[in-house]
């Protein structure tokens, strides 16, 4: 494939993942006001939460399927479609059980685009022999922060649905615009498209399977404190610490931002540390900031907090999707994908549960035990990592 082509291919997917970013993070810091809405509860809001993280779970394995059947690119233009159509339904409901249902779908979408755009962005990466992955989870964590800042400031303004519509409106036209490179470009060879070489990943197998869980476990302690960050960093600082819903709002910006500055920095930290460092050494910083962050008497200390969990969880993730990815090809991905997504599955009814029975700020606490777990099963899969 040329050299302009795989720039151009970069160039889309790079824009797809934020996309993705801007969507979600733009829906979470809407979630204050969509909980007063409806009536909820907390604990009934992390059930509702759940449909979100249930609905990319059931499709994660399937998506990898299609992907396998007609090509990473389509799925990941008819993914981001209904991504950006999904996204208005939530201020339609008025109850947690039609939130849940709405949210089924808005997660269906969402875990099926990252399953999609994640597979082409490793076998991109394997084309140009270079570890690229965290740049393209920087420009998520860059589009979360921007939609995050985004609805900061129109949070006082718009109405959520105001605000939804006119997400559905950006990734609509983002989805034509990008996708029609995006069809135009065809995927370097697959692992099961390339000629059987030495360089060519296995598919699963006895021997392969058991790490490529491993690392979809790191995927999942990972995901779970990202997931608990966005569902809800606002309204532990709205109910916790008396902040306004803007400056609320802000909290997850915060952290976005700072996954951003760490996936930004992300290629560079791995040539130094190497990866099995940069597990260890993100989820120690990442525990020890959600200490923080949870527990803080101040809404500054609590900030910074968020700042400390977001660069320590930064690179987690990128680098156990792609070991698994390098080690077993896009079935890696799609079984890493799944388990690391369960973290959100898993993530919003248990802090919702852990709320009621404690307090919320306790809850988020889980959050710093799982990066630590994170670190402790980095450290355990070091000859694994280490190329």
């Known amino acids: 494939m040329p050299g302009y082509a795989l720039t151009r291919l970069r ?5 797809f993942f934020a996309l993705d970013g801007f ?3 733009g829906w979470v ?3 204050p006001a969509i909980k007063e809405q409806t009536g909820a509860s907390a604990s009934a809001l992390g059930l509702a939460l759940l449909g979100v993280s249930a609905g990319a779970v059931v499709t994660m394995m399937l998506t990898g399927r299609l992907c396998r059947r007609f090509g990473s690119h389509p799925v990941t233009v008819i993914c981001g479609i209904l991504l950006s159509l999904s996204v208005a339904l939530p201020p339609l409901t008025h109850s947690a059980l039609a939130l849940g249902a709405v949210l089924l779908v808005f997660g269906a979408a969402y875990g099926g685009i990252n399953v999609a755009f994640n597979s082409a962005a490793v076998d991109l990466a394997r084309t140009l022999q270079r570890p690229i992955m965290p740049s393209f989870h920087a420009a998520f964590s860059l589009g979360g922060m921007t939609g995050a800042g985004l609805g900061a400031l129109v949070a006082g303004a718009l109405s959520p649905t105001q605000h939804l519509l006119g997400l559905t409106a950006i990734g609509l036209a983002v989805t034509l615009l990008m996708g029609r490179t995006l069809l135009r470009i065809q995927p370097p060879p697959t692992p099961e498209s390339a000629p059987k070489d030495e360089s060519a990943p296995p598919r699963p197998g006895a021997r392969t399977r058991p790490l490529v869980i491993t690392f979809g ?5 990972t995901a779970y404190g990202e997931g608990a960050m966005a569902d809800w960093s606002a309204l532990h600082l709205e109910q916790d610490l008396d902040a306004a819903p803007g400056v ?3 909290g997850y910006s915060c952290f976005a931002l700072a996954m951003t500055i760490g996936r930004l920095t992300g290629t560079q930290l791995l040539q130094r540390l190497g990866q099995t460092r940069t ?5 120690t910083t990442a525990s020890a900031g959600m200490l923080l962050g949870a527990l803080a008497p101040s809404l500054w200390a609590a900030l910074l907090g968020f700042v400390i969990t977001g660069l320590g969880l930064a690179n987690l993730f990128p680098v156990a999707i792609e070991r698994a990815g390098t080690l077993a090809g896009p079935d890696g991905v799609a079984i890493a994908s799944t388990l690391g997504y369960g973290g959100m599955l898993l993530g919003p009814p248990a802090i919702g549960f852990m709320a009621d029975w404690f307090s919320l700020p306790g809850a988020l606490t889980s959050v710093a035990a799982l990066a630590a777990t994170a670190a402790v099963i980095g450290f355990s899969t070091r000859r694994a990592t280490e190329r």
Do not use: K, P, S
């Open 279 to 283: 597990l260890v050494y993100g989820g």
């Open 11 to 15: 160039v889309a997917l790079t824009v």
């Open 217 to 221: 476990l790191i995927a999942l302690c």
């Open 23 to 25: 969507i979600f993070a």
């Open 29 to 31: 810091v809407r979630i």
């Open 248 to 250: 609320a709002a802000i």
